[in-house]
């Protein structure tokens, strides 16, 4: 993956969580948040799937704020498999 790709694809998440991140919400406001964004339908960079569930939602806040507001906290991890074969031939 480019490192173009990664940066869209940290967009598209930051754009999700940025208003769970950029200020204090209640904890109810927050949940009340996560909730609406897990059921809507996303156009996903580079992915055919649709929905964003709850707790990846929450991985992305923790990854986040753990990183001290770094948007490269966000970008996808890289395959640790990587040049092998998925599958065993018989």
């Known amino acids: 993956m480019t490192e173009e790709e990664k940066q869209r694809i940290a967009t598209f998440r930051f754009s999700i969580i940025g208003e769970m991140v950029s200020g ?13 964004k897990s059921r809507r339908k996303w156009q996903i960079p580079f992915s055919s799937r649709t929905h964003v569930s709850r707790s990846t939602l929450l991985r992305w806040i923790r990854q986040y704020r753990q990183s001290g507001g770094r948007i490269q906290s966000l970008y996808p991890d890289d395959r640790n498999d ?3 074969a998925r599958a065993i031939d018989d």
Do not use: F, N
């Not at 204090?24 to 609406?36: A, F, T």
């Open 24 to 36: 204090r919400l209640d904890p109810g406001e927050q949940e009340r948040l996560i909730r609406e």
């Open 82 to 84: 990587k040049g092998k």
